[in-house]
């Protein structure tokens, strides 16, 4: 079973930076892509940023040029750097694993509060 853990959640006042982390328990040749959703109170989860192998990203318009995704195939970790923070973006952040299988994994998800 694959397991993906999370770290790098926080309470950080607006304008700030956080780096979300997230390391899979898995073959880095079985990763297709990786990926980042929230889920704020009383919202469905939303996609944020994604990232294939081949180094193609993807952002959330409200995260662009704020937001930057990255990958470390040898450790199975992909990363999201999180500038410039705004109070809209306080949610659960979960980590999301594509394998070339088709299957999805899922981190357990990690806090980010930003206080305005």
């Known amino acids: 079973q694959v397991q993906l853990v999370e770290s790098g959640g926080g309470l950080v006042q607006a304008g700030g930076s956080l780096r979300l982390s997230c390391a899979a328990s898995t073959r880095a040749s079985s990763i297709k892509s990786m990926g980042w959703y929230r889920q704020a109170p009383g919202k469905q989860r939303e996609w944020v940023a994604s990232m294939t192998t081949t180094l193609i990203t993807k952002y959330e318009n409200s995260v662009k040029g704020r937001f930057t995704i990255s990958m470390d195939n040898a450790k199975n970790s992909v990363y999201l750097q999180m500038d410039s923070l705004k109070p809209e973006d306080t949610a659960v952040y979960y980590c999301?694993?594509?394998?070339?299988?088709?299957?999805?994994?899922w981190g357990q998800g990690t806090q980010v509060t930003v206080s305005s």
């Open positions: 999301k694993m594509t394998s070339w299988y088709q299957t999805d994994h």
